[in-house]
């Protein structure tokens, strides 16, 4: 068996064991709790609705302008205009995806399950190059350049417009790694990674290392145990990057200088969302909790929506919103975690983490459905 097969089972392996560690508390997998009445205290309607088909891989649902990148698992892409719902434009790829979306809004990235990283320039494929190892990442479009994160630990970079491959670093690690998307984002003139346990700045002419810097470090007695890969869904306010540790801890970094600000103990397995002033984010068991951004301390934890998967979190206005695996986005008041509304969707997970691009909050689900809601 050549090392990428192996290496791809056990990617897989790890997904859905951090599937298993956040929807169960046992053997069997605990009830979610009835979040009770909805008491529809904030006005919330579905202005738009949309599809793109099936959706089961970590898709990242990219916002440029008043634009919205999307993808399907059979290899439909699109460009959508959060304020109508209406498409720019729609490629069919005619290959399953493993991750997406990325984009600038004149080129955007995705990356296939046979390791394919292929770009499209406003509708149309204009190249696809062989990646070595399986990708679940979404690529990061900056600067006339793709710059992408394998689960080998490995960042390259290509010409957005040529595809030519530009550089390439790895570096070594744990056997196993987390199935499912990690971080990868541009901050001024610093690529930043997540490599492991740590966040690094890497210059994007060449990959070399700028600063280094851990988030947190490998602790328990098995591999599984061992996971501590950074995972999407960042909040960043300026230069300041707060994010989370798989399963292990939350913290706030300088995304600049690489200095570690604060670092705390935090049991889930989705990225956070924030502000300046306060940061969200769900647990494993599907607590929700507030810290403050300035020192990361707690602010308060709601448990209304216990083991019910729930996605990175996103501010609307006074509401912090979750999806959920049935569906539903819960809308909970910012300042107490109570509940203010809830709507639904398809009846099936939102997928990724819901968005929010002027005053429109899209989620998308994983039967394919692109939902659009305005809040009053």
Not at 39 to 64: C, E, H, M, N, Y
Not at 102 to 131: C, F, H, K, M, P
């Amino acid at each position: 068996m050549s090392y990428h097969v192996l290496f791809r089972q056990l990617a897989f392996l790890i997904l859905a064991a951090s599937g298993f560690l956040v929807g169960c508390s046992g053997p069997e997998r605990a009830k979610p709790v009835d979040p009770g009445p909805n008491p529809a205290s904030l006005g919330v309607r579905q202005v738009w609705k949309s599809s793109i088909g099936s959706v089961q891989f970590p898709l990242d649902v990219r916002t440029v302008g008043s634009s919205v990148f999307v993808a399907s698992t059979d290899g439909n892409v699109a460009e959508i205009d959060a304020r109508t719902g209406g498409d720019v434009w729609r490629a069919d790829l005619a290959t399953k995806l493993s991750a997406g979306v990325g984009s600038d809004g004149r080129y955007t990235a995705v990356v296939s399950r046979s390791n394919e990283l292929i770009a499209i320039e406003r509708g149309r494929e204009i190249w696809r190059q062989r990646l070595n190892a399986l990708t679940l990442t979404a690529p990061l479009v900056a600067g006339a350049r793709v710059f992408v994160l394998s689960s080998d630990r490995s960042v390259a970079a290509y010409d957005a417009v040529t595809g030519r491959k530009l550089w390439q670093q790895q570096r070594a690690g744990d056997p196993l790694v987390l199935g499912q998307s990690g971080v990868i984002l541009a901050i001024g003139d610093t690529l930043v990674v997540g490599l492991g346990g740590r966040l690094v700045g890497m210059n994007p002419q060449s990959g070399s290392p700028r600063w280094d810097t851990a988030v947190a470090t490998s602790r328990g007695t098995n591999d599984v145990e061992r996971l501590v890969d950074l995972v999407s869904g960042v909040s960043r306010q300026s230069d300041q990057i707060c994010l989370r540790a798989f399963q292990s801890a939350i913290g706030c970094i300088d995304g600049l200088k690489g200095t570690l600000l604060w670092s705390k103990a935090a049991v889930g397995a989705t990225g956070i969302g924030g502000d300046g002033t306060a940061l969200f984010g769900a647990e494993s068991d599907g607590k929700v909790t507030a810290w403050r951004r300035s020192d990361g301390e707690s602010l308060w934890t709601s448990d209304r929506l216990r083991f019910r998967s729930l996605t990175t979190p996103v501010l609307l206005g006074r509401a912090v919103v979750v999806g959920d695996e049935t569906g539903t986005l819960h809308f909970l008041s910012r300042q107490d975690g109570s509940t203010l509304n809830r709507v639904t969707s398809d009846g099936s997970q939102i997928t990724g983490a819901p968005v929010l691009i002027g005053q429109t909050l899209v989620a998308v689900t994983q039967h394919g459905g692109i939902f659009g809601f305005r809040s009053d």
